[in-house]
């Protein structure tokens, strides 16, 4: 039965190859030059697509300056209006940022908000979506907006809306989402493309783990005084 | 200039890895999950750190099982290097006869992971355990017992990912850099639902999938009552001491 999902994954990927790498590359080059300014990379999504922001940040072999924005409810509320910008409100975001949003309507209440906000602070807002469904679906939200519409680069993960690869027989549904497993590899080639940049402009000490692994103590001193230069910005809590 | 294709062609080989090694595992952990769900239990995935990411696959998406919920820990893995901290953590968890638990840790070395597969597996409760076999084995495990997560597991699905979850080499950074166990895991955990969501359809079980929200009324009634029916287990904001 796992065949349908081997064979997704891998036109997924062709899919993604064919199309994205020029909007990926733009993402990365905005990412690596908000680093160059003192700028952080901050990670949101919705419900599941928490996940997306976890893979940008802080992980070992991946970018320091970067911070997830937690949505304490998980997206239980993500349809309700004005929890976005609620949130937002308690949320450390500068014009030297870079907003990476992952959603798969673009169109959720909540979404919307934060990229609303991104904006309204000038900071650069990155927008991976499914193109196609966001484009035909009706905004929910009462500003009339649609998140990726507000985005300086947008990355389709290019999944049709219904996000169904698998029907079951005699249930009307549709499970398993393609287009997170597309955001995921979209946000991991990103990150690649920016340390390669960072690497180039000399500043690959933002890179967490990059003068050896996390376990060699040699490296500690000089990850945590970079730490420390960020640490007001990246903290987890 | 580095291949902007790399991680889309490490993608396709994990995608193979799944397809060519992995599928007895796949098969085994569904079916467990399907025994467990029909006998009256729930799907209960943990990740710790960034293997949330994994955990939030399983639980709570459109279209997926409805007796199942995400595990969340309050410290999102700051304290998964502490002893006892596992063992304080599983005591305010309900897992009950017929649950399946499912963890998913690259290294499995940690103190909270081993902690809670031990409780688990005292408890009489099924363990499925996403892990890297060989990323776990080269490594030290970091709780007294020694024991690594794959030890206590009733299969194990192997994303078969380097030991520190570092996969590529740019010029001029010292260590390779790039996590890719998300996107291997996904090649695992996909498979996973969906041999267990049709597997529960044929059963006529297909009651306790989600419905998507285009549903007729009567189908979102249906829903309902089967969300009443594990209201008091899968309400998520019980989940320990969640923010």
Redesign the interface.
Known sequence: MSEKVFEDALNTLDRIENSQVASIRAAADLIAKSMEKGGILQGFGSGYYLSGARELCHRVGGLMPTKIIYEPSYGRFESLVGVGKQMMEIVDLRPEDVVVLSSHSSIVPTVVEVAIAAKERGASLIVITSLEGAQKQQAIHPSGKKAYEMADVVIDTCFPYSEAMFDPEGKDTEVIGMSYYATIVILQTITMLVMERLSELKLSHLIIGATGSKLDPKSVPFVRDTYKKYKTRTQRF | ??N?????EI??KY?AH??NHQ?EN?DLASSIIVDGIKKGGILIAFGS??S??GA??LV?????LIPAR?L?EPS?G?YEVLQGYGQRLMDEVDVRENDVFFIISNSGIHPLIIEMADTVKKRGVKLIALTSLKGSKELTSRHPSGKKLFEFADVVLDNNVPA?????S???????????S??AN??LL??V???V??QL??DGF?HL????ST??DA?KRGEKEVFEKYRDRIY??DNAI??
């Not at chain 2, 902007?4 to 889309?8: G, L």
């Not at chain 2, 520190?164 to 590529?168: A, H, M, R, W």
């Not at chain 2, 999938?209 to 998507?212: A, M, S």
């Open positions: 200039m580095i902007e294709n790399r991680i889309i993608a396709r995608v799944a397809r599928r796949i750190g960034h949330i990411a939030l696959e709570n998406r459109r279209g997926g995400l969340i999102f700051k520190l979850d570092v996969s590529v740019i010029e001029g950074i010292e260590a390779d850099v790039v996590g890719i998300s996107i996904s090649m996909q498979p639902i969906h041999n969501t049709q359809v044929n297909g999938v989600y419905d998507v549903s007729s189908k998520r904001n969640i923010g």
